[in-house]
């Protein structure tokens, strides 16, 4: 089992920033892949950024050029850095682990969330 844990949410104005980071702990040797997605009210959850190992390998077109996903040198925390904060980014974010292999999910952990919200 791998726990994931979620900080830094909170509420921003348009414009602004904020940095989520995720801690994970237990089992992280069989992770490989870790990321970020998130889930607004009234939609489904959708992927934000991902990194394979140190190398991001997915990031959604609505945020690039504004959040930046890195990772930790032990590879057990994942950051995601937002910027230039738009109110359509208000979302529920939630952590996320998994262990692949190719294509293949074979393992998969969620963190409980945290609240983004960008308002003025």
């Known amino acids: 089992q791998v726990q994931l844990v979620e900080s830094g949410g909170g509420l921003a104005q348009p414009g602004g920033s904020l940095n989520l980071s995720c801690a994970a702990s237990?089992?992280?040797?069989?992770?490989?892949?870790m990321g970020w997605f998130r889930q607004a009210p009234g939609k489904g959850r959708e992927l934000v950024a991902t990194?394979?190992?140190?190398?991001?390998?997915n990031i959604t077109d609505s945020v690039k050029g504004r959040f930046i996903i890195s990772r930790g040198n032990r590879e057990n925390t994942v950051w995601l850095q937002m910027n230039d904060l738009r109110p359509e980014d208000t979302a529920v974010y939630y952590c996320n682990a998994q262990s692949r292999a190719g294509a293949m999910v074979i393992y998969e952990f969620w963190g409980p969330g945290t609240q983004v919200t960008v308002s003025a």
């Open positions: 990194m394979k190992h140190d190398v991001p390998v």
């Open positions: 237990g089992s992280t040797f069989i992770v490989n892949t």
